[in-house]
């Protein structure tokens, strides 16, 4: 729920749902415990895991992504989802 003062302030401030999100997701409340805090220093890391994790979901998607072969909790085998010619 959002009050009147929160829709007005995102407005003025140019803070969207999704940045309101990720301070709830990732944010840590300060030594008196009444408000999130979502420093620079701790977006930072955020950030390199998200870059690293596009460039593994690119490349995935350059093999035209994978199948993972599971058995009960076992991983069985991996493998590209592209087709091989032989000749």
């Known amino acids: 729920m959002h009050t009147a003062h929160l829709q007005d302030r995102m407005r003025q401030r140019g803070i969207s749902e999704a940045m309101i999100g990720a301070i709830i ?5 300060n030594a008196r415990g009444d408000r999130l805090v979502l420093p620079k220093r701790a977006i930072t ?5 998200k870059r690293e994790e596009l460039k593994m979901l690119e490349r995935l998607a350059r093999r035209g992504g994978a199948s993972l072969v599971i058995e009960g909790e076992t991983l069985i085998t991996v493998y590209s989802n592209t087709k091989r010619t032989y000749s």
Not at 25 to 29: A, C
Request: hydrophobic share 40%; proline share 10%.
């Open 25 to 29: 997701t990732f944010g840590d409340w």
């Open 45 to 49: 890391p955020l950030l390199q895991q």
